[in-house]
């Protein structure tokens, strides 16, 4: 074999490196942030105004006429023009906490918020080596790879299939059903693998078929988006996932199968288990015990509204903070119009897999006095989610604010 053909099996990993230096990794990266700032040249895309930035409006508007006269078939669904415009405007964000779905995806994540969770029973969320930017600096340190994120469990639904296989917070998908991930982990392992490999000094058989064997495996690649879909989505048979964790692999087979979760379970009569969906208000009054125990663990994003009203059951009306969005803007109070304290004592029970709106929830009351925290809290993921759905029925969620105890001018940068 050439030392030219020893590089062939890592083609398409070069090509997707290539791909994510230029801001755009079409196979994973543009599901999770990661967008391109493609320049469009030439006279068809030319402002009226004749300035040399293009108006929001005057620019779509120009691409919508580019499509329709010079697409190489007819453009007849402007709804969907739009729906794309919106998830590129989404992605350019280059937020994990944004995120487009598409119809089928979207109905999904609006079930989760009523505790109603579709798929193997996990909520998942893309973590990054390096933070994404809009903008990578581009020098001789630069390493596209490191800017491809993992899919991880943040989240495990109580009584799912996930739960009894034992699948943990933390675990990192490495594949399903036989197609990895890409992820930055794995692009790294294929790229060593294949370097080691093309490095040997003695080339014989053994060398060229274990090329071989790496270039199959590159092929049995898949994206972070299906990935994403297939294990949120119901199935008949049985998927096969593997994860890793703590360095070791481990492989489960779970079943796709709805499952419904209470807002509310009871461990004793004193202490229950709380996660904030749309109806965690009105259970929450139910409750008769004077003083109570809320166990916040493995809690999942939940719902912001719903969140605000049980502040309001359990810790009275008042102001419990701040909330910040764009540089420079002026924090805005984090109040709760209504509501008086329903309990005499509260305790939270706490820990790193507490997240999302029962992080707030629980920072919120200890540092007002009004509850006792029982463990401690990661010191981030304060994020305000907020979500929004399209005519055709997709939708996104956007990050709207960073809560804080104090007044910071601007701390979402």
Not at 189 to 204: A, G, L, P, Q
Not at 362 to 383: D, F
């Amino acid at each position: 074999m050439s030392q030219q053909s020893r590089w062939l099996p890592f083609t398409s990993l070069a090509l997707t490196a290539i791909a994510l230096g230029a801001g755009w990794l079409w196979r994973g990266v543009r599901d999770t942030g990661q967008v391109a700032e493609t320049a469009i040249s030439g006279t068809l895309l030319a402002s009226a105004s004749k300035s040399d930035e293009i108006p929001v409006r005057e620019y779509y508007d120009h691409v919508v006429e580019l499509l329709k006269k010079n697409y190489v078939e007819e453009v007849t669904d402007e709804q969907k023009l739009a729906a794309g415009g919106v998830r590129g405007m989404i992605l350019s964000l280059s937020d994990p906490l944004a995120n487009y779905m598409s119809p089928e995806q979207f109905a999904s994540y609006k079930k989760t918020r009523a505790g109603q969770f579709d798929g193997v029973g996990v909520e998942l969320d893309y973590l990054y080596k390096v933070k994404p930017t809009a903008k990578p600096k581009i020098d001789e340190n630069y390493d596209p790879y490191a800017f491809i994120p993992d899919l991880v469990v943040s989240a495990v639904v109580p009584g799912s299939s996930a739960e009894k296989n034992g699948v943990k917070i933390g675990d990192r998908i490495d594949s399903v059903d036989g197609r990895w991930l890409l992820s930055s982990s794995k692009v790294k392992d294929f790229r060593d693998k294949s370097k080691t490999i093309r490095s040997s000094v003695v080339w014989d058989d053994s060398k060229e078929s274990a090329l071989k064997d790496l270039d199959e495996q590159i092929k049995k690649g898949t994206t972070l988006s299906k990935t994403r879909e297939k294990l949120i989505a119901n199935a008949v048979k049985p998927i096969e996932v593997t994860l890793e964790r703590a360095g070791q692999k481990l492989t489960v087979k779970l079943d796709a199968k709805a499952a419904m979760v209470p807002a509310i379970k009871a461990i004793t009569p004193t202490e229950i288990q709380l996660r904030f969906f749309t109806t965690a208000d009105q259970e929450l009054q139910r409750v008769t015990a004077k003083n109570i125990i809320l166990d916040l663990r493995n809690s999942g994003q939940g719902d912001f509204d719903s969140m605000v009203k049980c502040l309001g059951i359990v810790g009275g009306a008042g102001k419990y903070g701040f909330i910040t969005n764009q540089k420079g803007a002026k924090p805005v109070e984090f109040k709760v119009d209504s509501g008086s304290p329903k309990f005499g004592s509260v305790e939270l029970v706490v820990d790193s897999t507490t997240r999302g709106m029962a992080k707030v929830f629980a920072t919120a009351l200890s540092s007002a006095g009004k509850a006792k925290l029982m463990g401690t809290l990661s010191p981030e993921g304060y994020e305000i989610l907020t979500m929004k759905e399209l005519p055709d029925g997709s939708g996104y969620t956007l990050p709207i604010g960073v809560f804080s105890l104090k007044a910071i001018q601007g701390a979402k940068s």
